[in-house]
Nanobody, 124 residues
C-alpha cells in the first residue's frame, strides 16, 4: 500500500503560479504510476496529468497542456505539479493518486490510492 499527502494549494490571482506536491509513504514509490485529478464545485472529478514510473512518460488533459507540468523525484518519494498561467476555471480540489499498473492511465477508476486533496483557488 501507499499513503499520499498533498500540499501546496492556496489562493492565487489569475495568471499566477502554484506548485503542488504529493508525498508518498509505504511501498516503493517508484513502482507506482502517479496522477493528479481535480474536482470543481458541482462537477465530477477529472483527470489533470499523470506520469510514468521513471518519469519519462507523461499525459495531460487538453485544458492544462502547456500550462501545467507533472514531475517526480523517486529519491524523495514525491510527485509535483507545477501550475502556471492559472485561470479561475482551474479552481478545484486537487487530488494525488497512484496505481501499480504499467500504463499511464487517465481514468480515475484505474487508480487504487488517493490523497485527501488540496484546495486551489484562482481569483479573477
Amino acid at each position: 500500500q501507499v499513503q499520499l499527502v498533498e500540499s501546496g494549494g492556496g489562493l492565487v490571482q489569475a495568471g499566477g503560479s502554484l506548485r503542488l506536491s504529493c508525498a508518498a509513504s509505504g511501498r516503493a514509490f517508484s513502482s507506482y504510476i502517479m496522477g493528479w485529478f481535480r474536482q470543481a464545485p458541482g462537477k465530477e472529478r477529472e483527470f489533470v496529468a499523470a506520469i510514468s514510473r521513471s518519469g519519462g512518460g507523461t499525459s495531460y488533459a487538453d485544458s492544462v497542456k502547456g500550462r501545467f507540468t507533472i514531475s517526480r523525484d523517486n529519491a524523495k518519494n514525491t510527485v509535483y505539479m507545477q501550475m502556471n498561467s492559472l485561470k479561475p476555471e482551474d479552481t478545484a480540489v486537487y487530488y494525488c493518486a497512484a496505481h501499480s499498473g504499467l500504463v499511464v492511465h487517465t481514468t480515475e477508476t484505474a487508480y487504487n490510492y488517493w490523497g485527501q486533496g488540496t484546495q486551489v483557488t484562482v481569483s479573477s
